[in-house]
């Protein structure tokens, strides 16, 4: 049986280019794995799938109104 993947990190579309308060996510089966960019091997923390599409769906709403 083949082991866990390794995490695909990315990085928002709309992080700015001064490399400052940047988060990174990976997705997962079990939800988002969620680190600060700019110390990669530190803390991460894993918030679970319905959590996640809640925060998503509020971001969406506040930030593009649907």
């Not at 996510?25 to 091997?41: A, F, M």
């Given at each position: 049986?083949?082991?866990?993947?390794?995490?695909?990190?990315f990085?928002?579309?709309?992080s700015?280019g001064?490399?400052?308060?940047?988060?990174?996510c990976?997705?997962?089966?079990?939800?988002t794995?969620?680190?600060?960019?700019k110390?990669p091997?530190?803390?991460?923390?894993t918030i679970?799938?319905?959590?996640?599409?809640?925060?998503?769906?509020?971001?969406?709403?506040?930030?593009?109104?649907?």
């Amino acid at each position: 049986m083949p082991g866990p993947l390794e995490p695909h990190w990315f990085k928002s579309s709309y992080s700015g280019g001064s490399g400052t308060e940047c988060v990174e996510c990976s997705p997962t089966r079990e939800g988002t794995l969620v680190r600060d960019s700019k110390d990669p091997t530190g803390p991460m923390v894993t918030i679970g799938s319905g959590a996640w599409r809640s925060f998503i769906g509020q971001l969406s709403h506040r930030v593009w109104g649907r």
